[in-house]
């Protein structure tokens, strides 16, 4: 880290040590919070390998759309949320499914614009579904959403950020679609979707040697600059490698939003046609468990890493509003940009504390944030 000693005049004097950093270490400040460990708490309550907490604790069993646990397993997802202190809610689209689940954080500057990141937390296994501890598919998905929604928890947003736990997506994205169904005829802008569905098992399990050991990127055509934000997030935070692929048939949860127009991405460990075609022998099983050897724990947390820093650039993190340039170091650049933006602006950058006004307290504001940006 190289360091600069600066010092300006400004009215006042102040001298500050300036390590030479990229915008991009802020990003990586943040993602670099998700860990195997957190990630692994909650798959254990998720496939029923720790209880639900409460008072009989409850293993869970299943997640199946139209069994008991799903609503144990909902409440849960829910009480996690709110724990972390966001506003959590259920979206019950149907009384013989299990509920959505949804965790906010209002946005600060542009709530209107929705960012949305999901998966579904049902399970499937035709041969018994009393015994589908869904590990892959999809408590992975489900604990991402929970794991993000702990650490951005700290944080604010330009935009509006959800998190959900999508049901009845086995019975061919029920959940997704209805709430999509719901969002579209309450006018509401959702601007990105983030789905990740079954992402623990890169490669084949019926080819050798193992092809396409890679994170499938997929989106519709109008989705398709959401992929390239995540590819380009995928690039520069994380060792895996991905494709992106343009296909509207890729069913799971942003297929839903593809219906009524939104833009949406799923990210999963290989197409649903190569799923289906025997590339993950576990799919659908009882034997979909966190104690699957095939299942590649690197992997996954660097698709959790990737996908948080895609969302938390589109939906604004408001790390740092006095590095007014955007460089990531908060600095004599920023304080001219201030004194040159002087008087009343709407929305302009130069505004820190985004009061309508460019003036002293803006000042303030970027002198007492001087440095690198968190
Ligand atoms: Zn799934």
Not at 135 to 162: H, K, M, P, W
Not at 201 to 222: K, R
Not at 267 to 280: K, M, T, V
């Amino acid at each position: 880290m190289r360091v600069a000693i600066l010092c300006v005049s400004a009215g006042l004097v102040l001298c500050a040590a300036l390590p030479a950093d990229g915008r991009g270490r802020g990003f990586e400040d943040v993602i670099n919070q998700v860990t195997l460990d957190e990630f692994h708490d909650y798959l254990r309550v998720l496939t029923g390998v720790d209880p639900v907490p409460g008072d009989p604790p409850h293993y869970l069993t299943n997640r199946y759309s139209f069994g008991t646990d799903i609503h144990i397993a909902g409440q849960w997802i829910h009480d996690m949320f709110s724990s972390f202190g966001l506003d959590a809610s259920f979206h019950t689209y149907d009384a013989s499914y299990g509920p959505n689940v949804i965790g906010e954080i209002v946005g600060t500057t542009r709530p209107e614009d929705i960012y949305i990141y999901c998966g579904h937390y049902d399970t499937y296994n035709g041969s018994n579904q009393d015994d589908a501890p869904g590990c892959d598919d999809n408590a992975s998905g489900t604990a991402a959403a929970i794991l993000a929604a702990r650490i951005l928890s700290q944080y604010e947003f330009e935009g509006t950020v959800r998190f959900i736990a999508f049901s009845g997506e086995e019975q061919w994205m029920v959940g997704s679609s209805a709430y999509a169904a719901a969002s579209y005829y309450a006018g509401e802008n959702i601007v990105a979707a983030i789905n990740l569905d079954m992402f623990l098992h890169p490669g084949w399990d019926n080819q050798e040697p193992d092809p396409d050991y890679d994170l499938d990127i997929g989106g519709n055509d109008a989705s398709q600059w959401i992929a390239q934000n995540l590819a380009d997030k995928f690039a520069t935070y994380t060792p895996i490698d991905f494709e992106v692929w343009n296909d509207d048939g890729f069913v799971s949860d942003q297929w839903g939003f593809w219906q009524y127009g939104y833009d949406a991405v799923g990210l999963i460990e290989n197409s649903p046609w190569e799923i289906w075609g025997g590339s993950n022998d576990d799919y659908h099983h009882a034997t979909d468990t966190m104690y699957n050897p095939d299942y590649d724990w690197d992997f996954a947390i660097h698709t959790i890493r990737g996908s948080m820093a895609s969302l938390i650039d589109l939906a604004g993190i408001g790390m740092c509003p006095a590095d007014v340039n955007g460089t990531g170091m908060v600095d004599i650049d920023d304080l001219f940009d201030v004194l040159g933006a002087w008087g009343t602006c709407d929305e302009c950058p130069e505004d820190v504390n985004n009061d309508g006004l460019v003036d002293i307290d803006d000042v303030f504001d970027v002198l007492g944030a001087w440095g690198p940006c968190p």
